[in-house]
């Protein structure tokens, strides 16, 4: 299976901030790494796919970019609604994998 | 829009076997991949497998051949089956749509099982 490891596990920021979360696939996965938010209670909802595609109404301070093994998802300039956990997803080889997820914290 | 909506019981008895039901409206099951994933209170996301709307699945090993995935295209609707329960599968269980280079989305609002006797 490909292990995807994400940093940090959690973060403390403010709003205004510049995020940077980081995945990081156990072999190559192409650009196959799409990224969810997940809120207290509720689903997780798709942000970006195929590493840099960013989902319709999702709002543009998110991007992602990355390939091979290295990926990262940029929040521009976090917002009050944007603390939540982030996962990251390999879709180049089954079984599909997850990563563990960045907690994104009030600071 | 798409929507998908899970049913079942909240509660399972160790050994038994799990059902799920996922509701699939705004539009057709048909022509789509259609997915289960799981996620234990507090912990990370595990995709468990998925099915075509024509029957043809795919499952995750880690399974070790407890699970099985159905669609009934006549009432819109695909379903999960989890044997030899244990309390490791106590868990959020979401239906989704894998989409494109299979990402998700939409996700079902998940339903909970608890795994106890």
């Known amino acids: 299976d490909i292990q995807m490891t994400q940093s940090p596990s959690s973060l403390s920021a403010s709003v205004g901030d510049r995020v940077t979360i980081s995945c990081r696939a156990s072999q190559s996965i192409n650009t196959y790494l799409h990224w969810y938010q997940q809120k207290p209670g509720k689903a997780p909802q798709l942000l970006i796919y195929t590493a840099s595609s960013l989902q319709s109404r999702v709002p543009s301070r998110f991007s992602g970019s990355g390939s091979g093994t290295d990926f990262t998802l940029t929040i521009s300039s976090l917002q009050p609604e944007d603390f939540a956990t982030y996962y990251c997803q390999q879709s180049y080889i089954k079984p599909l994998t997850f990563g563990g997820g960045t907690r994104v914290e009030i600071k | 829009q798409v929507r998908l909506q899970e049913s079942g019981p909240g509660l399972v008895k160790p050994s038994e076997t799990l059902s799920l039901t996922c509701t699939v409206s705004g539009g057709s099951i048909s022509n789509s991949y259609w997915s289960w994933i799981r996620q234990p209170p507090g912990k990370g996301l595990e995709w468990l497998g998925y099915i075509y709307y024509s029957g043809s699945t795919n499952y995750n090993p880690s399974l070790k051949s407890r699970v099985t995935i159905s669609v009934d295209t006549s009432k819109n609707q695909f379903s999960l089956k989890l044997k030899s329960l244990t309390a490791a599968d106590t868990a959020v269980y979401y239906c989704?749509?894998?989409?494109?280079?299979?990402?998700?989305?939409?996700w079902g609002q998940g339903t909970l099982v608890t795994v106890s006797s």
């Open positions: 989704a749509r894998p989409q494109g280079d299979h990402w998700f989305d939409p």
